[in-house]
T-cell receptor
Framework: DVKVTQSSRYLVKRTGEKVFLECVQD?????MFWYRQDPGLGLRLIYF???????EKGDIPEGYSVSREKKERFSLILESASTNQTSMYLC?????????????FGPGTRLTVL | KNEVEQSPQNLTAQEGEFITINCSYS?????LHWLQQHPGGGIVSLFM???GKKKHGRLIATINIQEKHSSLHITASHPRDSAVYIC???????????????FGKGTHLIIQP
């Protein structure tokens, strides 16, 4: 069974802390994505990666960075967490050659920044 | 950039009712996706379609490419169908790069016993 896992389901951090969210997929997918989901706004793309050490900005990259040192792992980093980064964070992956871009999602991490 | 609109935003219905959720988009696409998100967060793909109609159990998805419109239908709805249903499109015009999806804001469906 295909699987995308995320390091935490729930996370509480303080303003100014450095936060790492980890995502691992076991499907040998080239593409990996980080989204945030907020009520009334839907899912918005933060960053994506199409290969190891490659990254591209999405629609809302400000305040975030990413790291992809291994094909199966994609990390989202909040350098200095702020309260407006309280959100649900979802990771997804897909095959690079998928014409239709079917993405497989992780369970999500609900991050609260106090 | 593609704009994806879903309606209704919220829908409450009685068990057994026929449900329709609509999705429209603004520019040409390579595929349209219907996703389901249960409370707790995980998102699963229900359908991926580029033309015509697909059926899986009590769920039916249709797409009209000329009108840039898709519908998701649930027949004989059940309380376990309660979830957020999300429409997403993939196209060269999607924000976030060639492989990005553009998402609608979702439809929150509640089926009451």
């Amino acid at each position: 069974d295909v699987k995308v896992t995320q390091s935490s389901r729930y996370l509480v951090k303080r303003t100014g802390e450095k936060v790492f969210l980890e995502c691992v997929q076991d499907m040998d997918h080239e593409n990996m994505f980080w989204y945030r989901q907020d009520p009334g706004l839907g899912l918005r793309l933060i960053y994506f990666s199409y290969d190891v050490k490659m990254k591209e900005k999405g629609d809302i990259p400000e305040g975030y960075s990413v790291s992809r040192e291994k094909k199966e792992r994609f990390s989202l980093i909040l350098e200095s967490a702020s309260t407006n980064q309280t959100s649900m964070y979802l990771c997804a992956s897909s095959f690079w050659r998928s014409s239709y871009n079917e993405q497989f999602f992780g369970p999500g991490t609900r991050l609260t920044v106090l | 950039k593609n704009e994806v609109e879903q309606s209704p935003q919220n829908l409450t219905a009685q068990e057994g009712e026929f449900i329709t959720i609509n999705c429209s988009y603004s520019v040409g696409i390579s595929a349209l996706h219907w996703l389901q998100q249960h409370p707790g967060g995980g998102i699963v793909s229900l359908f991926m379609l580029s033309s015509g109609k697909k059926k899986h159990g009590r769920l039916i998805a249709t797409i009209n490419i000329q009108e840039k419109h898709s519908s998701l239908h649930i027949t004989a709805s059940h309380p376990r169908d309660s979830a957020v249903y999300i429409c997403a499109v993939s196209s060269p015009y999607s924000g976030g790069g060639a492989d990005g999806l553009t998402f609608g804001k979702g439809t929150h469906l509640i089926i009451q016993p």
